[in-house]
């Protein structure tokens, strides 16, 4: 009968890499807690904040205003029936409420493309520069 002369090596765990997590785990909680930290910090200060005199508020950009063109070249803008000239004066009176005014130019397919190049011509005078002009796919056509 053989007789055993090494002895066999006792199975080990590694720790390395669970220590690893585990540091990696405090580091990132120390960090997070110091976020929290800096802005009670930032609330416990005895400041009083400047003041002005008057205060507007911020506004969002207003929707894009439309202009209507119909079969016979009439112009609508904001509910009236308006000229070339007309137009542009309103623009322009538009524009000096938001600069960065955007105008959509929806016509009636079948009117002159003079009309819609009027109305165009108008915009740009009035130095609004965002235009677009509204159309319909040809597959959601009646």
Do not use: W
């Amino acid at each position: 009968m053989p007789l055993k002369t090494m002895m066999d090596e006792q199975p080990s765990l590694n720790l390395t890499p669970m220590l690893d997590i585990v540091f990696l785990l405090i580091i990132f909680f120390m960090v997070g807690s110091r976020f929290s930290e800096l802005s009670d910090a930032e609330q416990r200060l005895d400041i009083e904040v400047p003041q002005v005199g008057t205060a507007a508020a911020a506004t969002p950009a207003p929707a894009p205003r439309v202009i209507h063109i119909d079969r016979e070249g009439a112009i609508e803008f904001g509910g009236d029936k308006l000229t070339v000239a007309e137009l542009t004066d309103a623009l322009r009176a538009a524009r000096s409420e938001y600069p960065r005014l955007s105008v959509v130019v929806r016509g009636d397919g079948r009117t002159d493309l003079q009309n819609a190049a009027a109305v165009y011509s108008a915009c740009l005078e009035a130095g609004v520069t965002d235009i677009g002009l509204a159309v319909r796919s040809s597959s959601e056509r009646r």
